[in-house]
């Protein structure tokens, strides 16, 4: 399987390529900020049109990761619909897409800033999901341990033969993990800004995704 393996509270973890993360123990898949419906929210409010495909998109690499982990749980850490108008506009067909990934699977939306209602797609809507020696929340909160936290789509570069990569990047320390953004169009914020600089410790590493995901010191 394509990631990087690491521990966090003494749980064994790996980050994906892709931007989600896997807990062979748990069977669980976890993402963040998935903000299905961008592009239709942004048309909506009078944006700059964007391809109406990020939703497909976003579920499509969402299904390829449930086939290659064949999770019986998922986790979705908040900001899943880019706001409630988005969820409740999402057309029939991905809906009804959803519904198959959550099929024989125990699903669970974290409430995000948002999507902080419930969404009539099934699964569980909760604030925060304990699940020993971990906690999975949307928002990061100073002092916490064993958090697992999504919500500034952290990004990190990293200069190769003189030529500067950027990419989304998971951020860990001994405390916490903040997942990349998952979704298509989410953009992302640099690991030297604030407040990701303030939460993670000196010592952080930033989890490059991509086809071969490598660790280096977090840019700061």
């Avoid at 790996?14 to 993360?21: E, K, N, V």
């Avoid at 958090?147 to 570069?157: M, N």
């Avoid at 990047?169 to 640099?190: C, K, M, N, Q, V």
Wanted: aromatic fraction near 8%; hydrophobic fraction near 40%.
């Amino acid at each position: 399987m394509n990631g990087f393996d690491f521990t966090l509270a003494g749980a064994q973890l790996m980050a994906l390529g892709s931007g989600a993360l896997w807990w062979a123990e748990q069977s669980l898949l976890c993402v963040s900020d998935l903000h299905l419906g961008k592009s239709e929210r942004i048309a909506r409010r009078g944006g700059a049109a964007l391809p109406p495909y990020d939703t497909r998109d976003t579920l499509t690499r969402l299904a390829a990761d449930l086939t290659l982990t064949n999770a019986r749980s998922v986790v979705c850490l908040g900001d899943s619909f880019d706001d409630l108008g988005a969820a409740l506009a999402l057309p029939e067909e991905e809906r009804l897409w959803i519904t198959r990934l959550q099929a024989g699977r125990r699903w669970v939306w974290i409430e995000g800033n948002h999507d902080p209602g419930p969404v009539n797609l099934g699964g569980s809507h909760l604030f925060e999901l304990p699940i020993a020696p971990l906690t999975f929340r949307h928002i990061a909160l100073p002092g916490a341990s064993g958090e697992v936290s999504g919500h500034y789509h952290p990004k990190a570069s990293v200069t190769l033969r003189g030529r500067s990569i950027t990419r989304p990047a998971f951020l860990f320390d001994s405390d916490r993990l903040i997942l990349p953004a998952y979704g298509t169009y989410t953009g992302g914020l640099r690991s030297r800004a604030e407040p990701l600089a303030d939460l993670m410790r000196p010592e952080a590493k930033a989890i490059m995704t991509g086809k071969n995901p490598i660790a280096i010191p977090m840019p700061r």
